[in-house]
Each structure stands twice: as structure tokens, then as C-alpha cells.
């Protein structure tokens, strides 16, 4: 009866395979060659837990200790005094900062990488298509320092015109309102990480998008569907899921960027309303710029807050997963 | 609701190479046409050439003329997206939207030619699945996703979808060389129920199934492998398989070849 619930476990069962293998190495019938790869591969495995759960062992344990002398709330103080008696630092402002920076790159990198992969895979013909992907793969390979640089001498002279005239029309918003600060600001450090995402973006898009089954482009050809209503259809409902998971890779970068951020912001431990307000900073920027000059216990209160940054990675990661997984018996993948 | 379908001189390339070449024939309205011939000879190409979905594949070009009743099909102006807005196609492999429920499946051609009140799309979705001969099973599922039905259920979902757009001409290309014996005796009943409503053209590689649905036979043969394929012969499909007039009919009909 309720056969699209068996159809979603596609995968057939295979205990009946993986226990006659069993059987066989319990009578020792293995080759050397499967013995020996069987090590390595459960060594690495095992290798890597252990390096993983020291690794958070270590972190938890020095934030642990900064934490406890913390004379501030940890999670809203304004200010970053590790030096001070009490100590009071809290992480508020590199909170906000991180997420509103990694929010307007999001909301800038995306539609546009998305744009750029259907233009390469569906709509340039080839021989304009190969060269605009390579050219895309070539930004990827640009380290962040050289985008910081960029955007620190050439990015931020040039973003006045632009913060005035969002000043002028968008400026009653509160979120555009500019006092005419120099332009180091979030929206500006969101803009540069915007331009670094977009080659992973696009370039994991532009695969999926590739893959997306002929048959049903056809299906939806036949039907007297243009070619942008093929796209919907059928390329973008099959690339979704791929297009989110490219998305959270592009975030996980904009996330933890630091030497860009580093050189373009002017870092305040404040929060202001306007994105275009010099100011604010992020928890990676934050760690760079202190951590040189950090006693000991300084360095355990930026390792907390690495330690926050960590699990509001994995906090958009585990929501990325749900948005994935809530209509997977709609994905194309038991087609 | 259904047209008469005229064909002349038509030519289809793949890049360079000629696909099939110089093929004329009339298919009449309401009736059932099947196109037989060994692998490679451009059946379905020539299939695909009638609602313009050849020149979706690189390099695909169509030479001559297609009229429908009296409009060509590739006169000057003539929007092929509007082509295949009346000239449906049923697929080899059954290929219901993946993402899209049942009923939007039903609905995805109508929806994309305007916007429909909520009531009409649901009359539209029951007619077409009844017509389809899918109501009864699935009535009660419609949300559920069409890639959950078996096979059959599926290329009877793909029949729904192309019908529920009234076209005016229905192409299958070999709807049926994906299916079991039931599924494929299910097809076969609805096409002829179909006829009475559409203009249908169905490849198969299934002689039996020739002889048993279609009311006109068309044979295709190539010379040699790279050549192009050409119609040997179009006749009534009791003649086609009872006193072909061209020997190369019998031939591959009877199993005997060269």
C-alpha cells in the first residue's frame, strides 16, 4: 500500500552480504593485502577521534578556566579586558559581528554564485562557459590576505559613494544611517567576504546543477516550459540541497575569515545598528589582533571565545542538515 | 483537439552527421501511428523533430517541413515552446518531477501556461488521471510524491501530465520498453482509449505491440551504420504486417535481415 515510504529507503538492506564476510574472517580466510588496509583505514579512523576529543578536551578545559574568573557575563559583556583585576571580557560584540558580517556575505554571495552557475551550466554556450568557470576556480585560490589588502587600500576609498547614497535613500532604516565615518565598517568587511565565498559557492553549484537529470529537463521541455521554467522545475528543486550545502560552505569561510577581516575593519567593542558605522569585530578578526600579545589568560579567554564560534558553526551546520533532510522524500535522489 | 499532422522533406542533423533524411508522411487525426525499425535508424530523432525537441540536443538542425493541420511547425516566427505547448511527449524512461507531489506533477503544465483557480486545477488533475486510468490508485495519495509509484504507475503519471494540457498531437517514444508485461497491457488499453481524443505517435521496438495498438505503421531502416535512416514505408498496419510492399518490411518484420 504505502509504497512511497519503501521507496524512500532505497538503499536495499545488505546484512546477509557484510555477514558472510564475517564468517569468513572468522575462519581467518582473509587475504593479507585486506588485513593490512583494514588496519590503516580503521587506524585512521580511530586516529582521528582521538586527535578530535583532544583537541576539544584541550579547548574546553582553557576556556573552562578563563570562563571561571570571567568577572563579567561571558556571554554579553561589551568590553574585552583580560589584563584588568577582575578580568571582564564577553563576547556580545564579536557574536554579533560575526553573524551580521557572515549574513550580509551570505545574502550578497549566494543568489549571485547561484546566477553565475546556472549561467555556466545552462544558459553560456561552452566555449564561454569553460573559460568563466576557470576564471571563477582562479579566485578561489586567492589567499585571504591578499583580499584583505585589496579591500583595505582599493575596496574601502571606494565604498563612500556607496554608503552615501544608502545614507540618502535608506538612511531613515537605522540600519543604513551613516555619520560619514571612514567606511571600515561591517557592510564593507561583509562586501569583501562576499566576493571570497562566491568561487566556493558557485563552483559546488555549478556541479550540481551540471548532474541535474536530463530526463526531467526534458519532461519539463515537452510540457512547453522555457528555459528559466525548466530551470525551476527541474534544475534548482534537484540542486537545492546541493546549492544549501555549498552555501554552508561559503559560510563556514566567512565565518572563521580572519586576515581579511583583520585588515579592513576598524575594531571597536561596541555594537552600533547601522551596518555602516566603523566598528564592531568578529571572532577570528578578534583572536588575530590579540593573541600575539595575550598572557596566558588572555589566550584562554580568546580560546573561549573560539570555543563559541565553534558552536555557532555547528549550530548552522545542524539547522542546514534539517532544511535538508525535511523534504528528502521529494529530493531527486530516489528518482 | 486533435490535427492532422504533414511531413515533408525533413532532414535532421546532428552536427555534421544526417540523423535521418528526406522523410515525408501524413498522420492522420485521432488515430494511432507506430514507428518500427531497428536501433539507430532516427525514429525517435524524427519522434523529436515533430514537437521540436530535437534542437534542444547541441548541434541538433531540422531541415523541411512539419505542418500541423496548416501551420508549419518551423515556419519563420513559430515559437517552439509554443509547439510543444500543443504537442505532447511521453518518455522512454517514466520521468515524473522528482520534487513535485502527484498532483502538482498533473498540474506542472497547466501551471506553467497561466494561473488557474485552486477548483479548476483540481477538476483539470481528476480528469487527466481518469484518463490516465491512475485515478482510482491514487486518489487517495495525491500529495504524496510521484516518484514513490511503481513504474507503471509512473508512465501512466507521465501520460496524465502530458494530457492534462489537451495538446493537440500525443508522441510517445517507446513508452513502454521500461515496463513489465502488465504495466506495458495498461499502456497499451489507454492509448487506445487516447485515439479517440488525440493524434497519437508511438515508437516501439515491440513489433507485437505495433500490430496491436496502432491503426498505420511506419518503417525506418538505415543502409549501413552512419547513414542516415529513412521511412521505407508507411501503410495500414494490417498491410504493414500481413503484405508489406516493400521486401526489406517483411524482412525485418518476419526476423530476417539483409
Not at chain 1, 558557485?202 to 528555459?227: D, I, K, W
Not at chain 2, 492522420?28 to 514537437?51: D, W
Not at chain 2, 504486417?241 to 517483411?250: K, M, W
Request: aromatic letters at 8%; hydrophobic letters at 45%.
Amino acid at each position: 500500500m504505502d509504497i512511497s515510504t519503501q521507496n524512500t529507503e532505497a538503499p536495499p538492506p545488505t546484512p546477509p552480504r557484510s555477514t558472510a564476510v564475517h564468517k569468513r574472517t572468522a575462519r581467518g580466510a582473509t587475504r593479507p593485502g585486506d588485513r593490512i588496509f583494514l588496519g590503516l583505514s580503521r587506524g585512521s579512523g580511530i586516529l582521528l577521534l582521538v586527535i578530535m576529543a583532544a583537541i576539544a578536551v584541550f579547548l574546553t578545559y582553557r576556556a573552562a578556566l578563563a570562563i571561571s574568573k570571567d568577572d563579567a557575563n561571558f556571554l554579553t559583556a561589551f568590553e574585552w579586558n583580560t589584563n584588568l583585576e577582575p578580568p571582564t571580557f564577553g563576547i556580545a560584540v564579536l557574536a554579533f559581528g560575526t553573524v551580521v558580517s557572515a549574513i550580509i556575505a551570505m545574502a550578497l554571495a549566494v543568489p549571485v554564485a547561484v546566477g553565475i552557475a546556472l549561467f555556466i551550466t545552462h544558459y553560456a554556450p561552452r566555449r564561454l562557459g569553460g573559460p568563466i568557470a576557470y576564471v571563477i576556480d582562479l579566485l578561489a585560490a586567492v589567499p585571504s590576505i591578499v583580499y584583505g589588502l585589496w579591500g583595505a587600500i582599493v575596496l574601502v576609498p571606494h565604498m563612500t559613494g556607496l554608503f552615501g547614497w544608502l545614507d540618502h535613500y535608506f538612511g531613515w532604516t537605522g540600519i543604513f544611517e551613516w555619520q560619514g565615518g571612514a567606511p571600515r565598517s561591517m557592510l564593507t568587511v561583509g562586501i569583501l567576504l562576499a566576493i571570497m565565498i562566491l568561487p566556493i559557492i558557485t563552483n559546488v553549484s555549478r556541479e550540481v546543477f551540471r548532474q541535474a537529470p536530463q530526463m526531467h529537463q526534458e519532461a519539463a521541455l515537452a510540457l512547453g516550459a522555457t528555459r528559466w521554467e525548466v530551470i525551476r522545475m527541474s534544475v534548482l528543486p534537484f540542486g537545492r540541497s546541493g546549492v544549501i550545502s555549498a552555501s554552508m560552505l561559503g559560510l563556514g569561510r566567512a565565518l572563521g575569515e580572519t586576515m581579511a577581516v583583520a585588515t579592513v575593519l576598524s575594531p571597536t567593542f561596541d555594537i552600533s545598528a547601522s551596518l555602516l558605522d566603523p566598528g564592531g569585530g568578529t571572532f577570528a578578526q578578534n583572536i588575530a589582533s590579540k593573541f600575539n600579545e595575550a598572557t596566558t589568560f588572555g589566550q584562554d579567554a580568546l580560546i573561549a571565545s573560539g570555543l563559541v564560534l565553534f558552536v555557532i558553526t555547528l549550530l548552522v551546520n545542524g539547522a542546514a542538515r534539517m532544511i535538508i533532510n525535511r523534504r528528502k522524500e521529494y529530493s531527486g535522489a530516489n528518482a | 483537439m486533435a490535427k492532422r499532422i504533414d511531413v515533408s522533406g525533413l532532414t535532421a542533423y546532428y552536427g555534421a552527421h544526417r540523423a535521418i533524411e528526406d522523410i515525408s508522411m501524413t498522420v492522420e487525426p485521432r488515430s494511432v501511428t507506430a514507428f518500427i525499425g531497428p536501433s539507430g535508424c532516427g525514429k525517435s530523432t524524427f519522434l523529436r523533430t515533430l514537437n521540436r525537441m530535437h534542437e534542444v540536443t547541441p548541434g541538433g538542425r531540422v531541415e523541411g517541413k512539419v505542418l500541423l493541420d496548416d501551420e508549419d511547425l518551423y515556419g519563420t516566427g513559430v515559437d517552439p515552446v509554443a509547439v510543444r505547448r500543443t504537442i505532447g511527449m511521453v518518455f522512454q524512461r517514466p520521468n515524473p518531477f522528482p520534487t513535485m507531489s502527484i498532483f502538482d506533477n498533473v498540474a506542472a503544465g497547466l501551471r506553467l501556461n497561466g494561473s488557474y483557480k485552486k477548483s479548476e486545477l483540481n477538476d483539470v488533475v481528476e480528469k487527466s488521471l481518469k484518463g490516465a486510468n491512475l485515478w482510482n490508485e491514487v486518489k487517495d495519495r495525491l500529495n504524496k510524491p510521484g516518484s514513490g509509484l511503481s513504474g507503471g504507475q509512473q508512465q501512466r503519471l507521465c501520460i496524465a501530465r502530458a494530457i492534462a494540457v489537451e495538446p493537440q498531437v500525443l508522441l510517445m517514444d517507446e513508452p513502454c520498453s521500461a515496463l513489465d508485461p502488465i504495466s506495458t497491457l495498461a499502456i497499451e488499453d489507454l492509448i487506445g482509449e487516447l485515439k479517440e481524443r488525440f493524434t497519437i505517435v508511438i515508437v516501439t521496438h515491440n513489433m507485437q505491440q505495433a500490430a496491436r495498438v496502432s491503426d498505420r505503421t511506419a518503417f525506418f531502416n538505415l543502409s549501413a551504420v552512419g547513414q542516415p535512416g529513412r521511412l521505407i514505408e508507411i501503410d495500414d498496419t494490417e498491410r504493414i504486417f500481413s503484405n508489406p510492399s516493400v521486401q526489406a518490411t517483411e524482412d525485418y518484420i518476419s526476423g530476417r535481415f539483409g
